[in-house]
């Protein structure tokens, strides 16, 4: 018993002593989620409690100001809560605790544990906002990143660094997909020392599954030291901590980061924490612009973005893979487009793929990896863009094909694609429990393309 309290007498033997006065306030209005509070100032991102004697204790962040008054939203809900209730401040304003302790834990995105653990004791804290740097200070994608998944390191190869987005409707196919690219990652030699799952939005289920098939793995495994970190705030906790979740998990990447690791940051997904923006903003009075979408919503998406990538100072990097969810399936969906436009690569799942039984239902023609031309061979670039032409030259004859229109001889490139299509397709799928790493992708690559003229 002494040894699990030994830290914890350790950390309250540094805690310094506040003999600062207590300042509190009181609140006046509630509007669903919305709190005014009065004679309290804090600045915004301030953590507050709000304490009633004949009810239970609330935690609120505070998001704006009006008329005088902090707007404060829940992060739970508003069941007993009473006008007059007490409101404090607690703990260091913009500041989200890291460190090691939450290698091989689940946790919320106030950073308490939900794998029914002990609790989380650190001193390590980072800007909730990040660390803006120089531009200068992002240094190129300049080594490849392995996936472990076939058609991504052939066909779409990812750098150590580099930012993609993961586009597709519901149900067809991305969690899944992401599962694979953290197990590759964890067990390729050019992976990720440490990987940050933030699961914001999604359902529940979601979430005990991919604590049951990673955490609980890699401690049955025997792994001498964790590296997985869960965040996960489900859809129905309130929009103010799934959006302080996504800001949690990309919080504890650039902590890694600055000490010269590599990182995995998945975020999955980056339409719900637009959502959670929006609800916010729409809260406060924000305008709609884009199909009900305020500024700061797709604003907050370029934030957390941009806060990924290599590192000139550490060393260090942040791979970002982020998955965003096509309302729909409509490409052109303001999320999708701004997503699209700030990413250093995009995959796009395809529905009509997932319905014909191919997985990962990876729509190559319409996937691209910016970076790809700087980190492989010119050999390999000829042969993708050769398999890319292939299957694409199909897809858009596969009607006239499946019809018995098409007459053979009428394109050499057709017939080719047609001859080889079964072997294409097959290079395509790759079943969930199987990793293929960057050499061996290469490799069947050249098999498959260089055995036919």
Known sequence: MLEFLDPILAELGEEPIDLAPRRFGYVTACDGGLLEVSGLSVPVGAM?????PRARTLSAEVIGFRNGRTMMMLLGDTILLRPGARVCPEGRPGMLPVGDAFLGRAVDGEGQPIDG?????TRAEWPAGGVRTSALDRSPVRERFDTGVRALNALTTFGVGQRIGVMAGSGVGKSVLIDMIARGAAAGRTGAEVVIVGLIGERAREVSDFVER???AQAASGQARPRTVVVAVPADHAPNLRLRGAMLATAMAEHFRARGQRVLLIMDSLTRVAHAA?????LLGEPGAARGYPPSALA?????VERAGNSAASGGSITGLYTVLADGDNQDDPVVDTARSILDGHLVLSRELAQRGQYPAIDIAASLSRVM???????HQARARRFRALCAS???NRDLVLMGAYRAGA???LDTAIAMHDALTGFLCQPADELVGLEESAAQLAALLDARP
Do not use: F, W
Not at 373 to 379: K, M, P, Q, R, T
């Open 373 to 379: 031309n700087d980190i492989v061979s010119a050999e």
């Open 48 to 52: 507050c409690r709000v304490v009633d």
């Open 214 to 216: 990673h955490m609980h």
């Open 411 to 413: 394109d050499p490139q």
């Open 117 to 121: 653990g002990l609790a989380i004791h």
């Open 278 to 282: 929006r609800e916010i903003g729409l």
């Open 300 to 304: 907050t998406i370029t934030k957390l």
């Open 394 to 396: 199909y897809e858009a």
